[in-house]
């Protein structure tokens, strides 16, 4: 076959068949690599690095939000915005909080999603079991640096999350469909329910 203009496409007759052969209009945008081009995951990497002395306040931050949505929960009761902020704040920990360097923390800002999300009715949802767990995030997020402290933050995740599950159990009796897929394996091994 000749060479052809790309602007046009291309037609290849057979005895049985035609092979047509759009243009190519995205050739024209491309620019031939000059070979030094920076790697994008390795600046990525630089950029990330280079914040990364900001995390811990970072961290710290979401955890001072997690505390004042626990405070309005607190004086107002569970309503829609102080659900919805409590959520939203353990929801971005459970998001953030590898990225930061604290994944010890994710397992606990899940649980309390968790909670929240799957509650029927947020107004039964047990504050003690709140507290709980904003505690347990508020510590695992302080200790993280302890050598010893993944273990304990592990063992502390795991007794939160139990808990809630039990709760959950009692809270959804009468939706038992809905308990199927609240409990059901994750469909990803190792990857956590949520």
């Known amino acids: 076959m000749a060479s052809r203009n790309n602007d046009m496409p291309s037609v290849a007759t057979f005895a049985d068949h035609e092979v047509i052969t759009p243009p190519n209009k995205l050739r024209k945008a491309l620019a031939p690599a000059t070979g030094y081009d920076d790697d994008p995951v390795e600046s990525a990497e630089e950029a990330l690095a280079q914040l990364s002395s900001e995390f811990v306040g970072w961290m710290f931050a979401e955890c001072e939000r997690l505390e004042t949505a626990r405070q309005q929960v607190k004086q107002l009761g569970f309503i829609d915005k102080t659900h919805d902020e409590l959520f939203r704040a353990s929801l971005d920990i459970k998001g953030e909080a590898a990225t930061l360097g604290f994944p ?91």
Request: one cysteine or more; hydrophobic letters at 35%.
């Open 104 to 194: 010890n923390v994710t397992g606990a800002a899940e649980s309390l999603c968790r909670l929240l999300e799957h509650t029927p009715d947020k107004t039964r949802i047990p504050q003690s079991l709140v507290d709980q767990h904003v505690d347990a995030v508020r510590a695992i997020a302080r200790e993280h640096t302890r050598p010893d402290f993944p273990n304990v933050a592990e063992a502390l995740t795991r007794r939160l999350r139990e808990v809630t599950d039990e709760f959950l159990r009692v809270e959804n009796s009468d939706r038992p469909d809905y308990l199927e897929i609240i409990f059901a394996p994750p469909l990803a091994p190792g990857t956590p329910q949520t």
